[in-house]
């Protein structure tokens, strides 16, 4: 997506070799038309597809995932992250490395929003490793929910996280793919 790309070269910060800041338009701040532009895209992309929900995981995927549900009209759902993993037989938690934080944290979904008669697009701000799209690719399973895809505004594709997981079979839609941030300078595709 050129819009997108503009945007990073202009406010991206790259702050190693392995992650980059976009607080002005990700992370911290929100631009509401390129937040709408994305939704429209990963909209056009899964259209076909009927989906019944869009899930993400809070904070950042928030407003991308909102503008996926505002033009396919369906709700749309974020996992929390929890300090600690109560044994709520509510809700589905599933067990996730951050990769920015280092830490290990507990998300989770109320059984209340997920079920086996939901079709999901999995929508997130970055994939890295890929580890939180996995623990929600677990808890969609755990739910019976189909999960249809992902839709990732930004990945970064020297880490491992979106090409393992569309080898194992699920689609994996990237607007941007970043693919190297050495010597602090952004590549893409
Ligand atoms: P993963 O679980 O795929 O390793 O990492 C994905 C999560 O880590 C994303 O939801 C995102 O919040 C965060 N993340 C990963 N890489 C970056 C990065 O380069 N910059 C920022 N700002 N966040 C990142």
């Known amino acids: 997506m050129e819009l997108l790309k503009q945007r990073i070269r202009e406010i991206g910060t790259v702050v ?9 338009i990700l992370n911290h701040a929100v631009d509401p038309a390129l937040t709408t ?6 909209a056009r992309l899964y259209r076909e597809e009927r989906v019944t929900k869009v899930l993400t995981i809070e904070s950042s995927g928030i407003p991308i995932a909102f503008a996926v549900a505002q033009e396919l009209n369906v709700p749309m759902v974020f996992a929390r992250r929890k300090k600690t993993l109560n044994m709520d037989t509510d809700t589905y938690s599933e067990r996730v490395p951050s990769f920015t934080k280092g830490i290990v944290t507990d998300i989770m979904v109320s059984k209340e929003f997920l079920n086996e008669t939901d079709r999901v697009v999995l929508i997130d701000d970055f ?9 929600l690719i677990r808890i969609i399973r755990r739910s019976g929910a189909t999960l249809l895809g992902l839709g990732i505004a930004v990945e970064k594709s020297f880490q ?4 393992t997981i569309r080898e194992a079979g699920i689609r994996v839609e990237s607007l941007v793919k970043i693919a190297s941030l ?3 300078q952004i590549e893409f595709e």
Request: proline content about 0%; overall charge neutral.
């Open 182 to 184: 050495a010597n602090g």
């Open 37 to 42: 532009a994305m939704g429209k895209e990963f």
């Open 16 to 24: 190693s070799g392995e992650v980059i800041k976009l607080d002005a």
């Open 160 to 163: 491992a996280g979106g090409r």
């Open 127 to 135: 994939i890295a490793n890929g580890d939180a799209a996995r623990g």
